[in-house]
């Protein structure tokens, strides 16, 4: 089974507009979670993390995601989008297979538009 | 504070040929990784090392080698290139596996 799932390649969305990533996770144990953006030929850059505490977790650039343990999920949320927010977005969970690793997601494309 | 440097920054080899790709941190981390990325696949761990001296394979190691040659470097070697391995490559380190990782700006290679 997959650790992580990013349902969808690509988000579209109006400036201004609140904008949701998709992430579901798989893995035992309590998970530790992150999300990271990637910008044009450039390496990733961390936004948050969720390890414990808080199901609401606040990061750079006016990010936030959602932590829900039921539907094993892990939303990133901004409240209102700039058109500076398209990147491609990446979802990441540490498991342990022999050693700890993080395993990344597919990753996706948002697309901001004027 | 640099970060995470990586050179070069990019390559073309022919298959066959062997080239090292090398990756240094200046953060003080304990771990550090390597990674491809690939259209559609988001990213694969090679290789990693959770601390200095230690080095462990990740999910596609085949054709890879690693030294964990001090606590600021690691170094990626492709001992004989093949057309598979045309890929973009990243070097990430962190504090430990519990935090967040860093990157550098990544390698672009192609093996013609």
Known sequence: ??????????????EGNPLTVKCTYSVSGNPYLFWYVQ???RGLQFLLKY???DNLVKGSYGFEAEFNKSQTSFHLKKP???VSDSAL?????????GGFKTIFGAGTRLFVKA | ???????????????????????AQDMNHNSM??????PGMGLRLIYYSASEGTTDKGEVPNGYNVSRLNKREFSLRLE??????????FCASSVSSDYEQYFGPGTRLTVT
């Open chain 1, 1 to 14: 089974a997959q650790s992580v799932a990013q349902p969808e390649d690509q988000v579209n969305v109006a």
């Open chain 1, 39 to 41: 910008y044009p030929n």
């Open chain 1, 51 to 53: 390890i414990t505490g």
């Open chain 1, 80 to 82: 209102s989008a700039l």
């Open chain 1, 89 to 97: 977005y990446f979802c990441a969970v540490r498991e342990y297979t």
């Open chain 2, 1 to 23: 504070n640099a970060g995470v440097t990586q050179t070069p920054k990019f390559q073309v080899l022919k298959t066959g040929q062997s080239m090292t790709l090398q990756c």
């Open chain 2, 33 to 38: 990784y390597w990674y491809r990325q690939d």
């Open chain 2, 80 to 89: 004989s290139a093949a057309p598979s391995q045309t890929s973009v490559y």
